[in-house]
């Protein structure tokens, strides 16, 4: 099983008004991230692609947490993202979740990103790229897409080397059975 590395030291953030509110910015969203990323791990231990995702209201008063389930629930659409929304949509009983934030260890693909604008989440945090359905950014960018009736915002590279990490050593092991 591969170590996570921790990723929380900022040495080169000043300690003036606007840095410190960014350095509490970063601790949070390094604080989701961080769960997230025990949720890909238990993708990784389930043989999984290994990315799990949370999804957190904006006062925190509600966060839910899955991981990608594809091959074990036989759906496509069973990706981090869609299980933490669907959970999202049961505590509010609605299927919009305004404000709310998720986080996710890979960048979400066409797929999810559309389910998100739907769900009009507030902003996405992931940590790894990915180039081949990345639609926050890397193949497409659906977050600031004027065509949509709503954007979202997004940050990336949180947690960015354990995230990507875990994805390489799982393709790793599995090209070597
Ligand atoms: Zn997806």
Redesign the pocket.
């Known amino acids: 099983m591969p170590q996570l590395r921790t990723e929380s030291n900022h040495p080169d953030l000043k300690n003036t008004p606007s840095s410190a509110y960014k350095m509490a910015m970063t601790t949070n969203d390094e604080k989701w991230m961080h769960i997230a990323l025990k949720q890909a791990q238990k993708a990784f231990e389930m043989d999984e692609v290994p990315i799990g995702a949370v999804l957190v209201d904006a006062d925190e008063t509600w966060n839910t947490a899955a991981c990608n389930e594809v091959i074990t629930q036989q759906d496509a659409t069973a ?4 299980m933490a929304l669907r959970k999202a949509g049961q505590i509010m009983a609605n299927y919009r979740l305004l404000n709310s934030t998720l986080y996710v260890t890979v960048e ?5 990103m559309g389910a998100l604008i739907h769900a009009r989440i507030k902003r996405v945090v992931f940590g790894a790229k990915d180039p081949k ?1 990345g639609a926050a950014g890397s193949l497409y960018d659906f977050s600031q897409d004027s065509r949509f009736n709503h954007q979202i915002e997004v940050t990336s590279g949180i947690l960015e080397t354990s995230c990507r990490t875990l994805m390489q050593t799982f393709f790793k092991e599995r090209r070597s059975r």
Request: glycine share 0%; with cysteine.
């Open positions: 990706h981090a993202e869609i979400p693909c066409v797929m999810c359905w």
